[in-house]
């Protein structure tokens, strides 16, 4: 059973950058397909981006695309999401998931097999 737990998060001016980390443990990162999601205040979790088990592949909500950047090291069991040009409506709590390795064309339908916690960003105007 694979662990995850998310860090980086924080407040930032609107028009910066945070770069977001996820760390597992327990089962190595590299056999999983991951992706971060988000819950901003009152709204439902939605998806951010998703990268493939061995980081060849990514894919991004359009609300973030261009602006955010996912990738991971398996090496170091670390995903991470590099967020620039942030927006208010960018805050939310960022959670990181794992799901199977062959799953990545069906994230976020895919089924998730872990979650982390969340970090908080908050981006102010």
């Known amino acids: 059973q694979v662990h995850l737990v998310e860090s980086g998060g924080g407040l930032v001016q609107a028009g910066g950058s945070l770069r977001l980390s996820c760390v597992a443990s327990?089962?190595?990162?590299?056999?999983?397909?991951m992706a971060w999601y988000r819950q901003g205040p009152g709204k439902e979790r939605e998806f951010v981006a998703a990268?493939?088990?061995?980081?060849?592949?990514?894919r991004y909500a359009d609300s973030v695309k261009g602006r955010f950047t996912i990738s991971r090291d398996n090496a170091k069991n670390t995903l991470y999401l590099t967020l620039n040009t942030l927006k208010p409506e960018d805050t939310a709590v960022y959670y990181c998931?794992?799901?199977?390795?062959?799953?990545?064309?069906?994230?976020?339908?895919?089924?998730?097999?872990?979650w982390g916690r969340g970090t908080q960003v908050t981006v102010s105007s």
């Open positions: 998931a794992a799901s199977p390795p062959d799953s990545f064309s069906d994230i976020p339908r895919a089924s998730v097999v872990a």
């Open positions: 990268i493939s088990y061995f980081g060849s592949s990514t």
């Open positions: 327990g089962r190595a990162l590299g056999f999983y397909a």
